[in-house]
């Protein structure tokens, strides 16, 4: 029975997880981040973005510079959806 609950448990969370990377996908998309970035400015580099705090800095700042209107919990899901594809940072805030 204790599986059982661990099983579907872990399953919900997955769920979970893919649910909120891909409204986080549809927030990058809907702000049309890939006008003015390549799938290279994702890669980590020595001096700029090294760590998930400075991830979210980043984000949010060009959010604010070009406009882009989401909250900053939405912000927060881009940052973790571009952590989980490009930079695997541990994430701490």
Same mark, same amino acid.
């Given at each position: ?10 399953? !919900? ?14 927030? #990058? /998309? %809907?702000? @049309?981040?890939?006008?003015c ?17 400075? !991830? ?14 989401? #909250? /900053? %919990?939405? @912000?927060?899901?881009?940052?973790r959806?571009?952590?989980?594809l ?8």
């Amino acid at each position: 029975m204790f599986k059982k609950i661990l099983i579907i448990s872990c399953l !919900l969370s997955s769920i979970s997880l893919f649910a909120q990377y891909e409204a986080a996908e549809e927030l #990058f /998309d %809907d702000a @049309s981040c890939m006008s003015c970035h390549t799938e290279e400015d994702f890669s980590p580099k020595v001096g700029k973005v090294d760590s998930f705090k400075k !991830l979210t800095k980043v984000i949010d700042a060009c959010r604010f510079a070009n406009d882009v209107s989401w #909250f /900053d %919990d939405e @912000s927060l899901d881009v940052a973790r959806y571009l952590n989980h594809l490009y930079y695997k940072f541990e994430e701490k805030e």
